[in-house]
């Protein structure tokens, strides 16, 4: 059975599954239930100065649903702790005292001066804690204050405090980053440049959930009025996805451990994750939808997926799908493709060919001698992967290689070899 | 109270009024909104639906389950109303699973069709309770059109003249409208007098005069329908009951289904309809099984359908053979009733021959007969079209017994148009009739728009 143990930056822990820092590691008695459920690890919820932080007594979270009310994506407008520092680190050195053998990693976010960061530092690392992981992702509430995303969304600050947390503690340093940005590279490079020890992304995405059309006002609401909230869930997974890769595969970050976050729902999603580069991962909001149960899932799944691969440990397949990440200018032109429809399986609902028509490049039928029949036509097809994205069967069109003959569109004869855009003779900065 | 052995042959009052209730309630609840929206998740809203194409009214069942899917039920209901304007009472009465259910594109893959008829009664419930009027009439265009019969086709045909600025006529029989809707269907999935608000609902776009209890042949006639009104259309339904031809026919306890269904559709009192102890029904057809559901479910013990033909040649559905035995109804095939036996002027029992079909679908007699005791026989062996009224001063072309229309529902007769049963070559379903109903009143308002003829009332 494949060895599910991680060790991230030296801290180690017997699953890669860590519960983020959000209200499932706000106090002892979660992490507790967290723990004894079987979670690798946690980032206990984000720590700042006395006097605590305050929540609103209104609706903290909003959600949006598929058709069937599954929860696929998730906002929030909580803010950091809202309970007394002290309080905080005395539970954290409980738990840690009690196990040994799950990361404890903490959040902190205070205001940005160094003062303010060389105080906080010994009294976590006087918990005990693994590690800590700073909070410049937070886009509500706090980043209003200076903080959160607010000093995520200016590299130079990246640096500057994650600067200062290497040098007043030994603790590992992890920088949480805010996907609010338009490169997300520039704030990694940044924490890499001050000597972080990783990166973890992404924390949650500017969002308004929906609006209450009664009453004019975001939904949900606090007495009328609403505010941008951080989206997360399932629906947020893509985006992080590729921000991971970006920073997986940017020469400048090169090697710099990444903790993946983001829609993290299921064993795959967690594998995809780890396959674009991340050393372990962080869930929220599967756990606040389903409770801590589904690590279960996620360790089983995980496991057995590797056994059926053949990696016994996590190593072996973290970053392998990194080198296929590329630039649009690098892919194959010569690589041909066409739908196929599966017969057998179509149900004949049509909507491959209402989109291809209305929407495409008319390349699917929709009669056959007069009946029901949905059948690619070649001479029109782009290979463009519409059909097989909307069919409602798993399997039903498949995108077929074409490595031999003439590509019955275009009219040219299949050439197997690679050449891409840096070449091709329509771009006019071809070499 | 319970039956007891003490009972006698045949007696109202078999079960409590808990039972009654228990027996009368839904057959199949309306959905709340949670399920309509899981159930219309489903749909994938195909390119052009085959269920919409298999519905007789071609109602765009694709785009109404989206609406309510997206929350917006009266679209929906409005959607349905517009090709259908008893679109409440066909989600109840439809054969769907012949219909749009068995097209459905999840029947073939899965086995489990999306729940059309169910999410259109959910769409369209409402909007009859709050009485959503979707349509404006256009204004006044002077013209008459006299409806014969308030069945399906006769109010869909008075509707959407309404709609077109007709001044409309109706005359029926009865007392009610509603024909079959409200005398022939089975209480259970008619309930809560939805035939008779569904016909109000109808009625309620205005412009409507209905004229109940007048007979056509006795109190009118057709020429002075011809003459008085810019356009006629006859709505007849299928008045005549076909009789078995045996000899005893007339003892008491031998009925004619459908009259025993009206008496039940009217009843606000279950207890007090006559029910046997031992029910023989004959005959294969929506109106048998109905009529064995319903008298089981009154407290018969012994409810016997009888098919002169095979199962497959049953017209009623294989969903409602199915219903009628896991209502406790036995069903025996192939076997023809032959002679009635009576006790003292009351029938007692029914003997039956065995029949057997050849390749060739001819239907024998075998040699075997058998005996069932019966305290009352229900004939449903069909209904006929009574043509004498209107044919025996008018020349109105029939076929198959029945009237001859074309695709526009135009009889052969200048200015008269017909719909629903009492036309050849239909399908005898309520929503056929309703088709029927609509394009003859399009059909109509061409035409009257257009002749120039005087119109006096």
Not at chain 2, 78 to 96: D, E, H, L, Y
Not at chain 2, 289 to 296: G, R, T
């Amino acid at each position: 059975m494949a060895d599910l143990s991680a060790d991230f930056l030296g801290i180690r822990s017997p699953n890669p599954f860590w519960l983020a820092s959000a209200p499932p590691t706000d106090r002892e008695v979660n992490v507790e239930r967290a723990f004894q459920a079987g979670w690798g690890g946690v980032v206990w919820k984000t720590l700042g100065l006395d006097p605590h932080v305050v929540n609103v007594n209104g609706p903290r979270y909003g959600a949006i649903y598929a058709a069937d009310r599954h929860l696929i994506g998730f906002n929030n407008i909580e803010l950091i702790s809202d309970r007394p520092l002290d309080v905080n680190l005395h539970e954290i050195t409980a738990i840690k005292k009690k196990w040994p053998d799950r990361a404890v990693v903490v959040s902190l976010m205070v205001p940005c001066d160094e003062a303010s960061w060389t105080s906080i530092l010994p009294k976590v690392e006087a918990t005990g804690a693994d590690g800590i992981e700073l909070n410049f992702g937070c886009p509500h509430g706090m980043s209003e204050r200076g903080m959160g995303a607010a000093v995520g969304q200016v590299p130079e600050y990246v640096g500057m405090v994650a600067r200062w947390c290497k040098a007043n503690t030994n603790m590992p340093v992890i920088v949480k980053l805010t996907p609010n940005i338009t490169d997300i590279r520039s704030p990694a490079r940044a924490a890499n440049d001050g000597g972080a020890d990783a990166v973890s992304l992404i924390n949650t995405i500017n969002s308004i959930v929906s609006v209450d059309l009664d009453n004019m006002a975001p939904y949900p609401n606090t007495d009328g009025k609403g505010t941008h909230g951080g989206y997360c869930g399932p629906a947020v997974k893509p985006i992080a996805l590729n921000m991971v890769a970006e920073i997986a595969r940017d020469p400048e970050t090169l090697g710099l451990p990444i903790s993946g976050i983001g829609g993290i729902s299921t064993w795959r999603d967690a594998a995809e994750f780890m396959a674009l580069g991340a050393g372990n991962v962080q869930v929220c909001t599967a756990a606040m939808t389903y409770g801590f149960k589904i690590i279960e899932e996620l360790t089983a799944g995980l496991s057995n997926w590797m056994d059926d691969q053949g990696y016994t440990s996590l190593d072996q397949f973290v970053g392998k799908a990194v080198p296929n990440v590329t630039d649009w200018q690098y892919l194959n032109l010569n690589y041909i493709t066409k739908a196929k429809i599966n017969q057998d399986l179509c149900t004949k609902c049509g909507r491959c060919h209402i989109v291809c028509e209305d929407t495409s490049h008319q390349a699917i039928t929709s009669q056959v001698d007069g009946e029901r029949h949905y059948q690619v036509i070649d001479e029109e097809c782009v290979g463009c992967n519409l059909c097989v994205s909307v069919c409602p069967v798993e399997n039903c069109i498949t995108l077929d290689q074409q490595t031999t003959g003439i590509d019955a569109r275009t009219k040219k004869p299949i050439d197997n070899n690679y050449a891409n855009w840096t070449t091709h003779k329509n771009n006019p900065a071809a070499v | 109270m319970a039956p007891t052995n003490q009972t006698t042959a045949i007696q109202s009052g078999r079960l409590t009024a808990r039972q009654y209730d228990k027996n009368f309630c839904d057959l199949h609840p309306l959905l709340t909104e949670k399920q309509a929206a899981a159930e219309a998740g489903r749909c994938y809203f195909c390119f052009d639906a085959p269920c919409m194409n298999a519905c007789p009214t071609t109602i765009d069942i694709a785009l109404f389950i989206r609406q309510i899917a997206t929350g917006d039920t009266k679209g929906s209901a409005k959607t349905i109303f517009s090709q259908n304007i008893m679109g409440a009472m066909c989600a109840r009465v439809c054969p769907t699973e012949q219909l749009c259910e068995q097209v459905c594109v999840r029947h073939d893959s899965e086995q489990k069709p999306v729940s059309i008829g169910r999410l259109q009664r959910y769409a369209t419930e409402n909007a009859i309770i709050e009485n959503r009027q979707f349509f404006d009439r256009k204004p006044d265009s002077g013209k008459t059109v006299a409806v014969v019969g308030a069945g399906p086709a006769g109010l869909a045909c008075a509707h959407r003249l309404a709609m077109h600025g007709h001044q409309v006529t109706i005359l029926d029989a009865k007392p009610k409208p509603g024909g079959l809707n409200e005398y022939g269907i089975a209480t259970y999935k008619a309930l809560d007098d939805i035939a008779a608000r569904e016909a109000e609902y109808i009625l309620g776009i205005g412009n409507i005069e209905v004229h109940y209890q007048k007979t056509l042949g006795q109190d009118y006639t057709l020429e002075s329908l011809r003459s008085n009104y810019g356009a006629v259309f006859l709505g007849l339904g299928m008045a005549g009951v076909n009789q078995l031809g045996l000899d005893n026919e007339n003892l008491s306890g031998v009925i004619n289904a459908v009259d025993y269904i009206a008496d039940l559709r009217q009843s606000d009192d279950y207890a007090t309809l006559s029910t046997p102890e031992r029910a023989v029904i004959i005959g294969g057809g929506m109106t048998a099984i109905d009529m064995a559901v319903q008298i089981k479910l009154l407290g018969s013990r012994d409810v016997t359908l009888v098919y002169r033909r095979d199962q497959n040649a049953m017209k009623a559905s294989p969903y409602e053979q199915e219903l009628a035995q896991t209502k406790g109804v036995n069903i025996i095939f192939n076997a023809s009733p032959k002679r009635l036996i009576g006790e003292n002027g009351a029938v007692s029992s029914i003997e039956f021959v065995r029949t057997k079909t050849a390749d060739n679908g001819q239907l024998s007699d075998t040699d075997e007969t058998f005996i069932l005791d019966a305290d009352m026989v229900f004939k449903a062996i069909g209904q006929n079209f009574n043509a004498t009224p209107i044919t025996s001063d008018q020349k109105l072309n029939l076929k198959n017994h029945r009237l001859h229309v074309d695709d526009n529902r135009r009889t052969s007769l200048e200015n008269v148009w017909a719909g629903g049963d009492c036309v050849s070559d239909g399908e005898d379903l309520t929503v056929s009739a309703v088709n029927d109903g609509r394009i003859a009143a399009i059909d109509i308002d061409q035409y009257l728009s257009t002749s120039n003829k005087k119109e006096g009332v």
